[in-house]
Protein backbone atom coordinates (compact mmCIF):
# COMPACT_ATOMS: atom_id res chain seq x y z
CA UNK A 1 0.00 0.00 0.00
CA UNK A 2 1.32 3.63 -0.94
CA UNK A 3 2.19 5.48 2.16
CA UNK A 4 3.30 9.02 2.96
CA UNK A 5 4.17 9.82 6.16
CA UNK A 6 4.96 13.57 7.56
CA UNK A 7 6.59 14.62 10.81
CA UNK A 8 6.29 16.24 13.26
CA UNK A 9 2.61 16.12 13.25
CA UNK A 10 2.59 19.71 14.49
CA UNK A 11 5.42 22.31 15.32
CA UNK A 12 5.26 25.52 17.21
CA UNK A 13 7.72 27.58 17.04
CA UNK A 14 8.67 31.61 18.06
CA UNK A 15 8.72 34.50 15.17
CA UNK A 16 11.90 34.51 13.75
CA UNK A 17 12.90 30.52 13.53
CA UNK A 18 13.92 28.39 11.23
CA UNK A 19 11.77 24.92 10.87
CA UNK A 20 12.30 21.84 9.18
CA UNK A 21 9.10 19.55 7.92
CA UNK A 22 9.44 16.54 6.92
CA UNK A 23 8.10 13.79 4.58
CA UNK A 24 9.29 10.12 3.51
CA UNK A 25 7.09 7.88 1.04
CA UNK A 26 7.16 4.29 0.60
CA UNK A 27 5.24 3.98 -2.94
CA UNK A 28 5.41 2.09 -6.57
CA UNK A 29 5.67 4.40 -9.48
CA UNK A 30 7.00 7.59 -8.48
CA UNK A 31 6.73 10.54 -10.22
CA UNK A 32 6.75 13.70 -8.51
CA UNK A 33 6.68 14.96 -4.82
CA UNK A 34 4.90 18.35 -4.01
CA UNK A 35 3.95 20.49 -1.51
CA UNK A 36 1.12 22.41 -0.46
CA UNK A 37 0.40 25.16 2.27
CA UNK A 38 -3.54 25.28 3.78
CA UNK A 39 -4.45 27.65 6.04
CA UNK A 40 -8.59 27.60 6.81
CA UNK A 41 -9.36 26.75 3.27
CA UNK A 42 -7.62 25.34 0.10
CA UNK A 43 -3.93 23.85 -0.11
CA UNK A 44 -2.27 26.45 -2.45
CA UNK A 45 0.88 24.93 -4.12
CA UNK A 46 4.55 25.28 -3.05
CA UNK A 47 6.46 23.40 -4.88
CA UNK A 48 7.24 20.07 -7.03
CA UNK A 49 9.72 18.44 -6.90
CA UNK A 50 11.46 15.45 -9.65
CA UNK A 51 14.33 14.77 -9.26
CA UNK A 52 17.02 14.08 -6.32
CA UNK A 53 19.34 17.02 -5.08
CA UNK A 54 17.93 19.53 -6.42
CA UNK A 55 16.79 22.51 -4.23
CA UNK A 56 13.72 24.50 -5.03
CA UNK A 57 13.56 28.33 -3.19
CA UNK A 58 10.69 30.66 -2.86
CA UNK A 59 11.35 33.05 -0.74
CA UNK A 60 12.08 32.08 2.64
CA UNK A 61 10.89 28.49 1.40
CA UNK A 62 12.92 25.82 0.26
CA UNK A 63 12.81 22.04 -0.42
CA UNK A 64 14.89 19.33 -1.46
CA UNK A 65 13.96 15.78 -2.46
CA UNK A 66 16.29 12.38 -1.90
CA UNK A 67 15.40 9.75 -4.11
CA UNK A 68 17.39 7.03 -2.37
CA UNK A 69 16.08 7.16 0.67
CA UNK A 70 12.73 8.52 -0.06
CA UNK A 71 12.11 11.46 1.33
CA UNK A 72 11.65 15.28 1.08
CA UNK A 73 12.23 18.11 3.65
CA UNK A 74 10.79 21.74 3.40
CA UNK A 75 12.49 24.34 5.26
CA UNK A 76 11.23 27.69 6.30
CA UNK A 77 13.68 30.75 7.27
CA UNK A 78 13.12 33.40 9.44
CA UNK A 79 9.37 32.55 10.26
CA UNK A 80 6.14 34.68 10.42
CA UNK A 81 2.99 34.58 11.74
CA UNK A 82 1.60 34.00 8.17
CA UNK A 83 3.89 30.93 7.76
CA UNK A 84 1.09 29.34 10.48
CA UNK A 85 -0.55 26.71 8.64
CA UNK A 86 -0.87 22.96 7.92
CA UNK A 87 1.90 21.63 5.42
CA UNK A 88 0.64 19.45 3.29
CA UNK A 89 3.15 16.35 1.12
CA UNK A 90 1.76 14.81 -1.55
CA UNK A 91 3.22 11.77 -3.92
CA UNK A 92 2.24 11.85 -7.62
CA UNK A 93 1.72 8.21 -8.35
CA UNK A 94 2.74 7.29 -12.66
CA UNK A 95 -0.05 5.69 -13.29
CA UNK A 96 -1.54 8.09 -16.20
CA UNK A 97 -4.07 9.68 -14.29
CA UNK A 98 -1.35 10.92 -11.68
CA UNK A 99 -3.23 10.64 -8.18
CA UNK A 100 -1.69 12.00 -5.56
CA UNK A 101 -1.43 10.08 -2.13
CA UNK A 102 -1.07 12.78 0.48
CA UNK A 103 0.25 12.47 4.12
CA UNK A 104 -1.84 14.24 7.43
CA UNK A 105 0.46 17.03 7.43
CA UNK A 106 2.07 19.03 9.75
CA UNK A 107 0.55 21.81 11.84
CA UNK A 108 2.94 24.82 12.40
CA UNK A 109 2.25 27.68 14.72
CA UNK A 110 4.44 30.51 14.83
CA UNK A 111 4.16 32.25 17.81
CA UNK A 112 5.07 36.33 18.00
CA UNK B 1 -6.54 30.95 -8.98
CA UNK B 2 -6.96 27.56 -11.55
CA UNK B 3 -10.45 28.83 -12.11
CA UNK B 4 -12.05 26.70 -10.28
CA UNK B 5 -15.47 27.14 -8.70
CA UNK B 6 -17.45 24.82 -6.03
CA UNK B 7 -20.62 24.96 -5.47
CA UNK B 8 -22.46 25.52 -3.27
CA UNK B 9 -19.53 26.41 -0.30
CA UNK B 10 -21.99 25.58 2.76
CA UNK B 11 -24.74 22.80 3.24
CA UNK B 12 -26.55 21.52 5.75
CA UNK B 13 -28.44 18.24 4.82
CA UNK B 14 -30.20 15.46 6.32
CA UNK B 15 -29.09 12.14 6.59
CA UNK B 16 -30.94 10.12 3.49
CA UNK B 17 -31.18 12.90 1.01
CA UNK B 18 -29.16 13.29 -2.28
CA UNK B 19 -26.66 15.97 -2.28
CA UNK B 20 -24.73 17.29 -5.24
CA UNK B 21 -22.00 19.32 -5.61
CA UNK B 22 -20.51 20.62 -8.48
CA UNK B 23 -16.93 21.54 -9.66
CA UNK B 24 -16.99 24.56 -12.45
CA UNK B 25 -13.79 25.02 -14.24
CA UNK B 26 -13.21 27.78 -16.80
CA UNK B 27 -10.01 26.58 -18.51
CA UNK B 28 -10.62 23.52 -20.23
CA UNK B 29 -8.41 20.92 -18.43
CA UNK B 30 -8.94 17.78 -18.84
CA UNK B 31 -8.07 15.66 -15.71
CA UNK B 32 -10.53 17.04 -12.58
CA UNK B 33 -10.76 15.12 -9.13
CA UNK B 34 -12.79 15.09 -6.41
CA UNK B 35 -11.35 14.71 -2.88
CA UNK B 36 -12.66 14.63 0.78
CA UNK B 37 -10.64 16.21 3.87
CA UNK B 38 -11.17 15.02 7.12
CA UNK B 39 -9.25 14.94 10.87
CA UNK B 40 -6.81 12.22 11.08
CA UNK B 41 -7.02 10.95 7.23
CA UNK B 42 -5.86 14.22 5.21
CA UNK B 43 -7.19 14.43 1.76
CA UNK B 44 -8.38 11.26 0.14
CA UNK B 45 -9.42 10.75 -3.30
CA UNK B 46 -12.74 10.21 -4.25
CA UNK B 47 -13.57 10.04 -7.74
CA UNK B 48 -11.37 11.71 -11.04
CA UNK B 49 -12.29 12.38 -14.33
CA UNK B 50 -9.98 12.27 -17.40
CA UNK B 51 -12.64 13.78 -20.10
CA UNK B 52 -16.19 14.17 -20.97
CA UNK B 53 -18.24 10.98 -19.83
CA UNK B 54 -14.51 9.05 -18.40
CA UNK B 55 -14.56 8.68 -15.06
CA UNK B 56 -12.87 6.19 -12.34
CA UNK B 57 -12.94 5.82 -8.41
CA UNK B 58 -10.97 6.92 -5.82
CA UNK B 59 -9.75 5.34 -2.37
CA UNK B 60 -13.00 6.32 -1.10
CA UNK B 61 -15.50 5.89 -3.70
CA UNK B 62 -18.47 4.04 -1.76
CA UNK B 63 -21.73 6.31 -1.87
CA UNK B 64 -20.32 8.89 -4.07
CA UNK B 65 -21.25 8.77 -8.15
CA UNK B 66 -19.54 11.72 -10.29
CA UNK B 67 -20.91 12.57 -13.78
CA UNK B 68 -19.00 14.84 -15.93
CA UNK B 69 -21.54 15.68 -19.35
CA UNK B 70 -19.17 18.36 -20.47
CA UNK B 71 -15.75 19.73 -19.71
CA UNK B 72 -16.57 22.84 -17.46
CA UNK B 73 -17.82 20.57 -14.93
CA UNK B 74 -17.85 17.76 -13.24
CA UNK B 75 -20.41 16.49 -10.34
CA UNK B 76 -19.81 14.63 -7.07
CA UNK B 77 -23.18 12.91 -5.68
CA UNK B 78 -24.48 11.70 -2.32
CA UNK B 79 -26.60 9.08 -3.74
CA UNK B 80 -28.16 9.20 0.43
CA UNK B 81 -26.53 11.36 2.43
CA UNK B 82 -25.04 9.54 5.92
CA UNK B 83 -23.14 11.31 8.78
CA UNK B 84 -19.96 9.78 7.89
CA UNK B 85 -19.96 12.09 4.83
CA UNK B 86 -19.55 15.32 6.46
CA UNK B 87 -16.67 16.66 5.78
CA UNK B 88 -14.50 19.40 3.44
CA UNK B 89 -14.87 18.52 -0.17
CA UNK B 90 -12.40 19.96 -2.42
CA UNK B 91 -12.54 19.43 -6.55
CA UNK B 92 -8.88 19.90 -8.06
CA UNK B 93 -7.82 20.19 -11.83
CA UNK B 94 -4.45 19.09 -12.87
CA UNK B 95 -1.82 21.50 -14.62
CA UNK B 96 0.36 20.39 -17.36
CA UNK B 97 3.61 21.73 -17.23
CA UNK B 98 7.45 20.77 -19.17
CA UNK B 99 8.86 19.48 -15.63
CA UNK B 100 5.51 17.87 -14.35
CA UNK B 101 1.86 17.88 -13.60
CA UNK B 102 0.76 20.01 -11.10
CA UNK B 103 -2.76 19.30 -8.97
CA UNK B 104 -4.56 22.87 -8.17
CA UNK B 105 -7.66 22.74 -5.63
CA UNK B 106 -10.90 24.79 -5.73
CA UNK B 107 -11.97 26.36 -2.60
CA UNK B 108 -13.85 23.71 -1.18
CA UNK B 109 -17.40 23.06 -0.17
CA UNK B 110 -18.27 22.46 3.63
CA UNK B 111 -21.25 19.31 3.49
CA UNK B 112 -22.83 18.64 7.08
CA UNK B 113 -25.21 15.70 7.43
CA UNK B 114 -27.62 15.88 10.09
Known amino acids: EDKVVQSPLSLVVHEGDTVTLNCSYE??????LLWYKQEKKAPTFLFML????IEKKSGRLSSILDKKELFSILNITATQTGDSAVYLC????????????FGTGTRLTIIP | DAGITQSPRHKVTETGTPVTLRCHQT?????MYWYRQDPGHGLRLIHY???????DKGEVSDGYSVSRSKTEDFLLTLESATSSQTSVYFC?????????????FGEGSWLTVV
Open chain 1, 50 to 53: TSSG
Open chain 2, 49 to 55: SYGVKDT
Open chain 2, 27 to 31: ENHRY
Open chain 1, 27 to 32: VTNFRS
Open chain 1, 90 to 101: AVVLNFGNEKLT
Open chain 2, 92 to 104: AIRLQGAAGNTIY
